[in-house]
């Protein structure tokens, strides 16, 4: 396949390659419903409803959806009954997307993790978004700003290979890798600079594969080739980086959120590590990020259905 | 004084009370004398340039400067001894502002710290970050990205005074800080959290003034008033910061450099804490960058010398 650049071309694939079945944990929730609808209508995704039936009939009435173009599991038992049944549905094969919908997220993680009906498959889950921005030629990927807070190096290596398999489904062959921190030299007391360092040998040794992963590069150094230049840095990655990964949850919060909010950008978040994606969208993500995280879900679930 | 709301008008504001003369340590450095020479012609800057006179003589002639706008002060004792040269030309009064040259950081810092000639106040040093950011109506104060690493709640309150004290150079009478994390509610188990909480409730004890305080927030609640709606959280500070008080070295770097570039801005940094502004620009920084740098330092000096 071709490298997904933008994430305009990101939908372009998700139709092509979709409409994907999503299950939704406790659909009755306007705002997700909203997002499912947008995805159905754009092609991308039907999607099994579970949940309170009536309560979920209440909320798709109130926006006009009709639902007649969805699967209704009717689930009285409570959120984490609900997020259970969702959750079954993927792994029994009938959905190969799980999104959350008006569950608290450790009650729908619960589900998730479920050992016997679950999708965990070992790893670490962590978040990624997927950002597309003025002046770039690709698309990055940022992780974990979310999910993991303080990850140590085993995270770190589950964060990376996560990612690294998302950007495989995105087309992007040999995603290069900057562990970023704030300085390019590995200093002891700069604990993300030596965390950097060592998944950058790591991956020399074949530990991390299908990918190539230089640090510890700051910011600039990851995203410009001039200002590697600068510093004199030679590495394959330095300057045209697709992947960064955070030292920890403060700087790819605001990392991202910069980008968002300073940014002309598109932007897209899910969460990885299961066995299948998961769409877990906030209140303060437009309809169009929600969107595109739905796409960006659909993009691995076929990446992930080809193996 | 009107509050200062672009870049543009800090350039136009420096020309107004300037020009200050700068004090250059090893001045013998081709890109901080197209700095300082693009400073003098601007009308914000004059300079003593102090080094090894012959190698300002070379470096000055290449790039075609004529060194009798300036003031050379021969000093051919090695870099050190330059460096505290510089810095005791400010300590007299003969200049407001010191500027970084051909010296190794660790070797100007030592000059500027001295406890006889130097500059030292008691306050910690601290960088900041001046952002003018495409489709904001103010400028943002970024604290501290480069210079502490990890900063412990003193050295957080330090940073903040610091950072106070140039906002009200900048015209902003009562700035409002956002104490930065990853999410808005204190827990325990993320630190930054916890630091946030404590400088927010020193500063309604008074023990931080002439400022608003309010944290912890995430960026998006801190920047975006509908992102803080979203959230439900109520206060004066959250979605109209003008100052972001970062957590540590990585978070704040990558915000800083997230800004610098992914988005539409002008850019400009300084190190505070001391008597006297002092500018260290970085080779990466573009010729714009050093130019508001030294606006930026102007700004401080005149509103230091109206106290």
């Given at each position: 396949m071709e490298q997904i650049r933008t994430l305009t071309a990101l939908l372009d694939y998700a139709k092509e390659v979709g409409p994907m079945k999503i299950s939704v944990a406790c659909a009755e929730d306007a705002e997700v419903m909203e997002a499912v609808e947008a995805a159905r209508k754009a092609g991308v995704a039907t999607a099994y409803l579970v949940g309170n039936a009536d309560a979920i009939k209440a909320v798709t009435d109130k926006l006009g959806i009709d639902l007649a173009n969805y699967d209704v599991v009717d689930e009285k038992g409570g959120e984490a009954a609900a997020a259970l049944?969702?959750?079954e549905l993927v792994s029994e094969g009938k959905a190969q997307i799980v999104m959350k919908g008006m569950v608290a997220t450790a009650n729908f993680l619960r589900g998730v993790l479920n050992k016997e009906k679950g999708l965990r498959t070992g790893a670490t889950l962590s978040h990624v978004y997927i950002h597309e921005i003025d002046g770039y030629d690709r698309i990055f990927f940022i992780s974990d700003p979310a999910f993991n807070t303080y990850p140590d190096i085993k995270g770190k290596v589950d964060i990376t290979n996560n990612?690294?398999?998302?950007?495989?489904?995105?087309?992007?062959?040999?995603?290069?890798?900057?562990?970023?921190?704030?300085?390019?030299?590995?200093?002891?007391?700069?604990?993300?600079?030596?965390?950097?360092?060592?998944?950058?040998?790591?991956?020399?040794?074949?530990?991390?594969?299908?990918?190539?992963i230089d640090g510890p590069l700051a910011l600039d150094n990851a995203v410009s080739p001039e200002s590697a230049?600068?510093?004199?840095?030679?590495?394959e990655v330095a300057?045209?980086?697709?992947?960064?990964?955070?030292?920890?949850?403060?700087?790819?919060?605001m990392l991202a959120k910069a980008i968002v909010y300073f940014a002309k950008n598109k932007t897209a978040g899910?969460?990885?590590?299961?066995?299948?994606?998961?769409?877990?969208?906030?209140?303060?993500?437009?309809?169009?990020?929600?969107?595109l995280s739905i796409a960006s879900a659909v993009a691995l679930a076929a990446h992930q259905a080809k193996k």
């Open positions: 049944k969702a959750v990612v690294v398999k998302l950007a495989h489904a995105f087309g992007v062959a040999m995603p290069k890798v900057a562990a970023l921190a704030a300085v390019e030299v590995v200093n002891p007391d700069m604990p993300p600079t030596m965390d950097a360092a060592l998944l950058t040998q790591m991956n020399r040794r074949g530990q991390i594969k299908g990918c190539l230049a600068h510093k004199g840095i030679k590495s300057g045209y980086a697709d992947i960064l990964i955070v030292p920890n949850i403060e700087s790819g919060n899910i969460v990885l590590g299961a066995k299948a994606p998961i769409v877990l969208t906030s209140r303060a993500d437009s309809a169009e990020a929600k969107l």
